[in-house]
């Protein structure tokens, strides 16, 4: 039998004619049979649109859709939906690769139109293949994902990829964390086109927890905090719970601040607007750096940030002493704060903080004068040259009280030189000279080593005075005591003049002034 569609238009109304006839030595071709199921699909597709819903052969003809029933292909209903199925030869026709017989799209079965935040999607969505017809597909077991359409920042949990059953994927344990409106899901699947499902809204669940969206910033006593509190009230998934409407009340945290310190607002109890409690006018009498507010409503709480109440500038304080040093070195930082009266660091002061020490002020170097950050000033490069005990640095700045360091020591550095502390005089030949030299073991700023007992000698300087002459004394090598030799009945045997004498202790040597014999 071969078959023969075509389709006559009249006036806006397609009618499909199915004309076929027997040629018992012919089977029909895939062309045919693809023609003709596709007629059926169209036919079903106009009825649907005029009526509704789809229609068994007997619809289609009667509406005028078909000249009469196919002998290729039959409708079968199911449920709501209908499926074209083979008959006869075409049962045993291949169908050609561009009319699919597998699922065409997706459905979604049901969405509800509003879900609370954090808890299940309750009815599942569920999502239906379907083949181009609108029939369930069955035997379909294909794997289903869902996903946030239009999420506008929300996240979807749960198992969003799931094998249908029987045509239908269901998706169980979904749910939504952020609050808002115009969500939809989208649902896609190998070999079909990706769709969406109708709007949802998500709203917030139940309160369960304050929150200080704004935490008050550091104030001064008994003047409006420069920001003010500002307090939500949120449900699980820190959605804002806008209908929420019980009052929260502002205190400040127990053991937070000084005793007897004192909150006051406009009013410590504020009804939320659109679930959010705005604070005017807070302020707090006393200084501290340690306080707190806690907001309560509901049976809930919650606490701010730490802030700090300060009082305005009045002294200074060294807050981080200087070390025992050594003289020429850099001495550890010092660093001074400025204070109010109750010992609150002044974060805001643009002070400018001079140094300066108690005693032996020319040896001090570096920078002694530095402004102050964030209520600290800190002088990172102080030296003192001479050594001494009992230095101290006094701190002062504009219309503040001066402070002065705790006492420390400046030692002497290592053995950098001799020097003679007191010179040779001129004398006569193998006459001991009546000023007799003394040399003191320095370090490179001149400080004497007190502590040095190393032994000194004495002996002339190559190229002075006479060639040959000799020098002797009545003792030398001669030990130091405290940091010093000094040489006695010294003399030199022949006349010159020139003459300098070299002492040298280790590595460090020191040369004398120019003096003559005759």
């Known amino acids: 039998m071969v078959l023969l569609v075509g389709v006559v238009i009249v006036g806006l109304v397609s009618t499909v004619i199915v004309i076929g006839f027997r040629d018992r030595n012919k089977p029909p071709t895939t062309a045919a049979c693809d023609a003709d199921r596709s007629a059926l699909l169209r036919a079903e597709q ?23 029933a196919s002998p290729l292909h039959g409708v079968t209903m199911i449920g709501d939906s209908y499926d074209v199925v083979a008959t006869h ?8 690769a561009t009319v699919p017989t597998a699922a065409m799209h997706l459905v979604f079965n049901s969405v509800p ?34 996903s946030l359409d239009a999420a506008n920042g929300a996240k979807l949990s749960g198992t969003t990829t799931v094998r249908a059953v029987a045509g239908v994927a269901t998706f169980a344990n979904l749910a939504i964390d952020k609050a808002g409106s115009g969500y939809s899901f989208a649902a896609e699947a190998s070999g079909t086109t990706a769709t969406s499902s109708s709007h949802v809204t998500v709203n917030p669940g139940i309160p369960a927890r304050l929150r200080f969206a704004v935490s008050p ?20 998934m820190g959605n804002v719970i806008e209908n929420a409407t019980d009052p929260i009340v502002l205190a400040i945290t127990d053991h937070t601040g000084p005793s007897g310190a004192r909150l006051a607002c406009e009013n410590v109890s504020v009804v939320p607007t659109a679930g959010v409690a705005r604070f005017g006018g807070c302020q707090i009498n006393a200084a501290g750096t340690d306080y707190s507010l806690t907001a309560t409503a509901m049976a809930l709480d919650a606490r701010s940030d730490t802030f700090a109440v300060i009082g305005p500038a009045t002294k200074l304080v060294v807050v981080q ?24 660091v002044v974060t805001d002061s643009d002070a400018t903080v001079t140094l300066t020490v ?59 030189q001799l020097v003679f502390t007191r010179q040779p005089s001129s004398g006569k030949v193998s006459k001991s000279w009546s000023t007799q030299p003394i040399v003191t073991v320095e370090d490179a700023f001149g400080n004497v080593l007190v502590t040095s007992v190393d032994d000194i000698t004495l002996q002339l300087t190559a190229g002075g005075g006479t060639p040959d002459a000799v020098l002797v004394c009545a003792e030398d090598p001669v030990a130091a005591v405290n940091g010093a030799s000094g040489f006695t009945s010294c003399s030199i045997d022949l006349p010159g003049s020139g003459y300098t004498l070299t002492a ?15």
């Open 113 to 146: 139109d509003t879900v609370t935040a954090g808890r299940l999607i309750d009815p599942a969505i569920a999502v239906t293949l379907r083949n181009e017809g609108g029939a369930v597909l069955p035997d379909s077991n294909a794997e289903v994902t869902i």
């Open 217 to 236: 910033s550091s104030a001064t006593p008994g003047v409006v905090f420069p920001t003010q509190p500002v307090v939500d009230v949120e449900d699980v």
């Open 358 to 416: 108690n005693q032996n002020s020319g040896s001090l170097t570096g920078t002694t004068s530095v402004a102050v950050v964030n209520g600290i000033a800190t002088f990172p490069d102080l030296t003192i040259a001479i050594s001494a005990t009992n230095y101290t640095f006094t701190t002062k700045a504009a219309g503040l009280k001066t402070a002065t360091s705790a006492v420390f020591d400046v030692a002497t550095g290592p053995a950098a």
């Open 321 to 344: 002493q200087p070390a025992q040093a050594v003289a020429g070195e850099t001495l550890s930082p010092t660093a001074v704060a400025v204070e109010d009266s109750a010992g609150n």
């Open 504 to 518: 040298t202790s280790g590595m460090v040597s020191g040369v004398s002034v120019p003096f003559s014999i005759v």
């Open 89 to 96: 030869a075409c049962a045993g026709v291949t169908p050609s």
């Open 46 to 68: 106009r009825f649907h649109d005029d009526h509704g819903r789809y229609g068994t052969e007997v619809d289609l003809v009667a509406a005028g859709l078909l000249e009469r």
